[in-house]
Structures are given as C-alpha cells and as structure tokens.
T-cell receptor, first 112, second 113 residues
Framework: EAQVTQNPRYLITVTGKKLTVTCSQN?????MSWYRQDPGLGLRQIYY???????DKGDVPEGYKVSRKEKRNFPLILESPSPNQTSLYFC???????????FGSGTRLTVV | GDSVTQMEGPVTLSEEAFLTINCTYT??????LFWYVQYPGEGLQLLLK?????DKGSNKGFEATYRKETTSFHLEKGSVQVSDSAVYFC????????????FGKGTTLSVSS
C-alpha cells in the first residue's frame, strides 16, 4: 500500500531532550515536507526537500533540523525541544509540486 | 504573498443537504488548487485538485471548479452524509510558494442524521 509512515504517533517529552520523528514513504516521491498544525494557525510548513541531500526552510524552521540521506526517509529532529513546539506534526510526500501531497497520520508531540 | 481564505466554520447540515464551502485565493502566476479532508484523529487526505483555469476536480461526490476570474475554488456536494463530517482544507501551490502547500484555516463540517 502506498503510504507515508510517521513514528511515533504520540510522544511526551521534557524540555531540552533531543528527539527524532521518523518519516518514510514507499512511493519513490521526490518531494517531502514537514508541517505543523496548531489551533487557530492552521498548517505551516517547517522544512521541505526536493531530492536527496536537498533541503530548505519553510515558514517556521526555527528549532528544527531535517536530513534527506535517502529518497524514502525524511526525519525531523528537535535538538532541544521547548514547550512552544507542542503541536501536531505531519510529514508529506509528492511526486512533483502540483501533483498533490500524500500525508502521514501525524505525530502529536507534547513538550513539558 | 500567496494566501488562501476559506469560510469560517463550523458548518452544520442535515443528511442529504447541499454543501458549499467557499474558498478564494491570492497568488501570482497560475497556482494549482487542492481540497484536502481531515477525519478525526487522522492525517490529511487529498480530496480533489485542479491545475488550470476552468478545470473541475471531482471525487466521492465532491466537486470544485477552478475559477480564475473570481480567484475561487468552492467545494460542493449535492447530498452530504454523516460520514462526510470532517475538517476541509483548501490549499494551493504556486511558483512563488515553491514546494509549499499554502493552506486555508480549515472548515469543520458536521452532518447529523
């Protein structure tokens, strides 16, 4: 089944403890992207990647890192999480920019 | 910059009622337009899309037509079901936005039997 898989689905962590949210797609898509969803603010892009080893900042990149060493994987790294990073995170992938993105099921992160 | 505006919710309808969710956009050039749906506790699913003016996207009884003259992409369904209850997002991609999907704030639809 064609899909984007994120892990974990739920995560509670403490301020400053480094964490990684994994994202993997099995559709051989070039484009991958991370979004966060917050009440009243909608969905905002954090980082995106157009191909292996090519990444760039979205609208809200502060406090996040990404890497794209393989086409299928695009992990999101929080080096020192803070409470304002408590949010619902989505990974997404697309064949090309006007094709429409396939989204993962989301990761609900709580930083205390 | 590019932006999407969609009607505020929640929208509450009875089963078999007609649905319209308004969406207008601001973009330079020729954006591609999308509707996504988010069911409770799930990720976003692509519902339909249109990539050029006058295109009509359709899926699962939902339709939307890309109107360049009014910069709109309104979502319609002739007869809603309880299972259509979800949050609906209008979105666009454009040359200015790069690879980003620019989303509207979302409209919550609640359908009762």
């Amino acid at each position: 089944e064609a899909q984007v898989t994120q892990n974990p689905r739920y995560l509670i962590t403490v301020t400053g403890k480094k964490l990684t949210v994994t994202c993997s797609q099995n559709m051989n898509h070039e484009y991958m992207s991370w979004y966060r969803q917050d009440p009243g603010l909608g969905l905002r892009q954090i980082y995106y990647s157009m191909n292996v080893e090519v990444t760039d900042k979205g609208d809200v990149p502060e406090g996040y890192k990404v890497s794209r060493k393989e086409k299928r994987n695009f992990p999101l790294i929080l080096e020192s999480p803070s409470p304002n990073q408590t949010s619902l995170y989505f990974c997404a992938s697309s064949l090309r920019d006007n094709y429409g993105y396939t989204f993962g099921s989301g990761t609900r992160l709580t930083v205390v | 910059g590019d932006s999407v505006t969609q009607m505020e919710g929640p929208v509450t309808l009875s089963e078999e009622a007609f649905l319209t969710i308004n969406c207008t956009y601001t973009a330079t050039g020729y954006p591609s337009l999308f509707w996504y749906v988010q069911y409770p506790g799930e990720g976003l699913q692509l519902l339909l899309k249109a990539t050029k003016a006058d295109d009509k996207g359709s899926n699962k009884g939902f339709e939307a037509t890309y109107r360049k003259e009014t910069t709109s992409f309104h979502l319609e369904k002739g007869s809603v079901q309880v299972s259509d209850s979800a949050v609906y997002f209008c979105a666009l991609t454009s040359n200015q936005a790069g690879t980003a999907l620019i989303f509207g704030k979302g409209t919550t639809l609640s359908v009762s039997s």
